[in-house]
Each structure stands twice: as structure tokens, then as C-alpha cells.
């Protein structure tokens, strides 16, 4: 056993630790893995912090945090095996804050450490045959949970609070007609309608065919199809949305625990961005091998290209507007009558900012992951195994979130048919 774990009793009825406490890996010091370490470091259970960073000075910075855990950086490649399972020894459990493409190198190094494992969204496959995604991450439970090791994957703000506000939501339900998935933000005319997380992340994304659940499989549409008109809460309003991959919409149907029919996530992102990354893609010029020439410079053609997107992590404390993901379920209740429940978050980047310095997007992903940490890191998760976030029951995840910041607005509504919002003809 490690010294780290030595001597630690288990959650105890109060609430915390004998013993230690809980140490704690972030692998990542970029935006999203600085505020995961501001979020552990507040926190009285997490004693100690590693955070690995190839950027040695990214995590470096870190160890400035003021709390209650000792931070140490570490610097390394998550793909360096023998650095990552040196910054995993004697943990209790890590977050892989870098991109989802390691996700499944660094869920098998935690399973060998007998540490646990947290991740704010999955691998997105850009065709049939490029699976390294979601489902190949659950299939990976038969292994872990006879090894009584816990992963909570794809726990950030959407996926992560999406799923936790479906489980909600779905709740009153006996069977589930429609589960809609509805994010849109607000900011500067140079960042409205553009992603505010990951670019390179957002691109992947983009790259995948989005797909519905129909009630019986995954069916593929084309990109930015099926437009409607949304109204998310004020100060958003009414936005046009579209579809967009995501991972709930192939988790929902599986781990929610009653029979689901439709499933679909739609976004406002622009549409037009979404067209021209497929149009660009089809002609090559997104390959990484794809080089030009700039200023006697030759760079890929795909970084130009992320380059010239809003980068919200440079416009933190100027970012205007807020955030909001919206979900409805509407079903058949227990008592036999169809009704529609919605549940819902907003939060604005000024709020954000004020609180850790980030934009809306990074504040509620870093808050949704470190929940998933505690909970692993004190025991509570419903069972050991690769969970998704609808599995976690609201008693033990809801205050967890609360402690961060993150409240959810719930409320019935008037039953709206199969279908809501305004599609476009």
C-alpha cells in the first residue's frame, strides 16, 4: 500500500477522511485543469495535488494555490508511460484534463495504479471504422469493476451536468417519449455563435456526423441538420440550434435505467462554421499533413485555421453574456398522464470570472469533474466500474455540485407533443 493511502479509513459518517485525505492527480495545466486545481485545492478532504503538464511553467504556476492540499508539478507527456504512472502512484484519483484522444492510454494506466478515473468528454469518432470514442470506454467496465476501480467519463458541463439534469428530469417517468439536449451561449459579436471550449476538441466534434436516437439505434444525420428555433432562459433568449455529436445521446438510451425514445443534442453554434469544416475537411486541407506557407513559415493549414477562431481563454474578465444547457424529458409519469419536465443552468461569464477567472464553459466542466473526483475519492459512487454521469444518483452528486456553485432549475411544463421548438422548413 502506499504512503499516501496508508493508514486511511474509509468515508466516515461525518462527511470526510481519517487519516490523510485524499490525493489528487490533474493531468493538464491548460485552462480547464487550472480551474480543476483551484476547485481540489478549496477543498478540506483533498491533501495533496500532482499535476503533470508538459509545459513544465504551466504547472509550476500552480503551486501558488492557496488551500488546503500541497501541489507538486510534475512535468511530463500523458504518452510518456513511465512519467504517468509515476504521477499516478499512490493516488486515489486523477482527471485527464488534456484531449480525449488519451483517454483510454490514461484509463489504463489508473486501472493498473488502482486509481480512479475522471474525464470531461469522450474521443469523437470521424468515421465507422475510427471507434476510439464513448462506447469503447464502457466497454471497458466488465474489467474494472471486478478490480473495484471507478471511472466517471465524460463529467463535464455537456456531457456531465446534462446527463445528471436527464437523470433529474426523467425521474417522474415511467417510460420516456423524448430526451432534448439543448446548450447555447452568449458573449461579444467575436465570439457569439463559436465554441468556448477546446478548439482543437470543437473541431473533432464537428468532424463527426452527428447522430439521434430513435428509440431502437443510433441513426447518423447530416451536419447541422434539423434547425429549429430554442428559447433558452434570459438573458439568451431564442436561438437557432442544430444538431451536433455528442455523448449523451449514446449513453441516455443505454444507462438511464428505463425505456428511451428519442434523443438528440442541438447546439448554436453557426451552422455556416459547421459546413465550411466539412467542405474544408472534404478538400484535404484539415489533414495534419496539409503544410503552407506564411510569411517564409510553413505551418499546417489546420492550426491557420484554429488559429482564426475566438480563443475565450485570452478574453477572460472582457467575455459579456452566459451560458445555458437545457433539457426536457417528456414521457408517460407514474401516474399514467404525459407531461414534460425541464431542467436547466444558467450562469454568466461575469460570474464565472469573478469566481475562478474563467469563462462559463470551463467553470461548470471543471466543477462537474471535480465532483466526479470526490466522489470517487471518498467512496460514494453507486458502484465500482466505468460509470456515465446519469448513473450517479442526485442524493450524492447534487451536493456535491452545490459546493461548487452549480444549481439547477427544474420545472414542469405544459406537455408539448413529440416535438418542441420550431423546426425550419
Known amino acids: 500500500m502506499s504512503q499516501s493511502k496508508r493508514g486511511r479509513k474509509d468515508l466516515i459518517s461525518g462527511g470526510g477522511y481519517e487519516g490523510s485525505g485524499m490525493k489528487a492527480v490533474v493531468l493538464g495545466a491548460g485552462g480547464l485543469g487550472r480551474i480543476v486545481c483551484l476547485n481540489l485545492a478549496s477543498d478540506e478532504r483533498v491533501s495533496e495535488i500532482v499535476v503533470l503538464d508538459r509545459k513544465r511553467d504551466r504547472s509550476r504556476i500552480l503551486q501558488m494555490i492557496h488551500g488546503h492540499a500541497r501541489v507538486t508539478a510534475v512535468e511530463g507527456d500523458v504518452k510518456d508511460l513511465k512519467t504517468l504512472k ?67 467519463v465524460s463529467m463535464g458541463s455537456d456531457p456531465g451536468l446534462s446527463n445528471v439534469m436527464a437523470r433529474i428530469a426523467a425521474d417522474p417517468f415511467r417510460t420516456i417519449d ?39 439505434r443510433l441513426v447518423e444525420q447530416g451536419p447541422a441538420e434539423g434547425e429549429e428555433e430554442f428559447e433558452f432562459p434570459s438573458p439568451i433568449g431564442p436561438r437557432r440550434v442544430h ?69 475565450p481563454s485570452t478574453m477572460v474578465g472582457l467575455l459579456p453574456g452566459a451560458l445555458s444547457i437545457v433539457v426536457e424529458v417528456r ?18 461569464h461575469a460570474e464565472a470570472n469573478r469566481r475562478h477567472g474563467s469563462t462559463a464553459e470551463y467553470f461548470l466542466t471543471a466543477a462537474s469533474s471535480v465532483a466526479a473526483m470526490m466522489l470517487i475519492g471518498t467512496k460514494r459512487t453507486p458502484r465500482a466500474g466505468v460509470l456515465v454521469p446519469e448513473e450517479l444518483p442526485p442524493e450524492i452528486v447534487l451536493p456535491e455540485l452545490e459546493k461548487r456553485g452549480v444549481r439547477f432549475q427544474v420545472a414542469d411544463r405544459p406537455d408539448m407533443g413529440a416535438e418542441g421548438g420550431t423546426p425550419s422548413r
Request: charged share 25%; aromatic share 8%.
Open 178 to 216: 423524448s430526451i432534448r439536449i439543448r446548450w447555447a451561449a452568449s458573449g461579444s459579436r467575436e465570439v457569439d455563435g463559436f465554441p468556448l471550449y477546446s478548439r482543437e476538441i470543437f473541431l473533432r466534434d464537428a468532424l463527426s456526423p452527428p447522430a439521434i436516437w430513435d428509440g431502437h
Open 243 to 311: 444538431l451536433f455529436r455528442h455523448e449523451e445521446v449514446l449513453t441516455l438510451p443505454a444507462r438511464l435505467g428505463k425505456p428511451v425514445g428519442r434523443v438528440d443534442y442541438k447546439h448554436a453554434i453557426r451552422p455556416e462554421l459547421i459546413r465550411a469544416i466539412w467542405a474544408l475537411n472534404g478538400l484535404g486541407l484539415l489533414s495534419p499533413d496539409k503544410r503552407i506557407r506564411l510569411g517564409g513559415v510553413e505551418v499546417p493549414f489546420r492550426d491557420a485555421f484554429l488559429a482564426a477562431l475566438p480563443e
Open 86 to 152: 509515476r504521477a499516478l502512484s499512490g493516488a486515489d484519483v486523477a482527471m485527464n484534463a488534456t484531449l480525449p484522444e488519451h483517454n483510454l492510454r490514461i484509463m489504463q494506466a489508473c486501472l493498473e495504479a488502482g486509481c480512479g478515473y475522471v474525464d470531461s468528454t469522450a474521443f469523437s469518432p470521424a468515421g465507422p471504422d475510427d471507434r476510439e470514442g464513448i462506447l469503447d470506454q464502457l466497454d471497458l467496465d466488465a474489467v474494472w469493476r471486478p478490480r473495484g476501480v471507478t471511472a466517471l
Open 331 to 348: 414521457g408517460e409519469k407514474t401516474d399514467g398522464s404525459k407531461g414534460t419536465v425541464r431542467a436547466w443552468i444558467l450562469m454568466s
